[in-house]
């Protein structure tokens, strides 16, 4: 098993996100635009990575994009 680097921006999206009362999945993923840029007060590399932050959980792949590993290595693993 080989260690990865946490994702500090995703840390802080999460941070974020706590604060303003969103606390699950679900919440998450209902987020719209409108609601991310006033949790983020319109910063486009936070926009950003709440929007990554979202396609994670829809793909399953949330621990691996916290430790900063690609699809491509999360792949190779499931087929291990």
Request: with cysteine; proline share 0%; hydrophobic share 40%.
């Amino acid at each position: 098993m080989k260690r990865g680097k946490i994702n500090q921006k995703a840390i802080r999206a999460l941070s974020l996100l706590f604060e303003a009362g969103y606390s699950n999945e679900k919440d998450i993923l209902a987020l719209t635009l409108d609601q991310i840029l006033q949790i983020t007060g319109q910063k486009m590399t936070e926009v950003c990575t709440i929007n990554e932050l979202q396609k994670a959980l829809r793909e399953r792949r949330f621990f691996a994009y916290l430790m900063l590993e690609s699809k491509a290595d999360t792949l190779k693993e499931d087929h291990s």
